[in-house]
Nanobody, 112 residues
Framework: QVQLVESGGGLVLAGRSLRLSCAASETIFSRNLMGWYRQAPGKQRELVAR???????NYGDSMKGRSTISRDNAKNTVYLQMNNLKPEDTAVYYC??????WGQGIQVTVYS
């Protein structure tokens, strides 16, 4: 069964950090490009970051320089470390096994 389960979201004060986690089922994790996307109200879903199974990364413009994606292949988990959060980072964040599978999303709300 394919599963992507996000955790670590919530309410955070602007300027603080947050780390999202995504636990994936083993069947997809080892062979997939993994990534994080986000969607704010009234906006299109956008790429935050993605990582190959070999650890190569690339970042979307939205959080470049303030986020780091990583993966632990032993735990079938991908992480998104977000620093210096801003209110405009408020969105639902989705983990993805690109392009086929998506998590349910997790809310991140940044207040000032």
């Amino acid at each position: 069964q394919v599963q992507l389960v996000e955790s670590g979201g919530g309410l955070v004060l602007a300027g603080r950090s947050l780390r999202l986690s995504c636990a994936a089922s083993e069947t997809i994790f080892s062979r997939n490009l993994m990534g994080w996307y986000r969607q704010a109200p009234g906006k299109q879903r956008e790429l935050v970051a993605r990582i190959t199974n070999g650890g190569l990364t690339n970042y979307g413009d939205s959080m470049k320089g303030r986020s780091t994606i990583s993966r632990d292949n032993a735990k079938n988990t991908v992480y998104l470390q977000m620093n210096n959060l801003k209110p405009e980072d408020t969105a639902v964040y989705y983990c993805a096994a690109i392009p086929d599978y998506w998590g349910q999303g997790i809310q991140v709300t940044v207040y000032s």
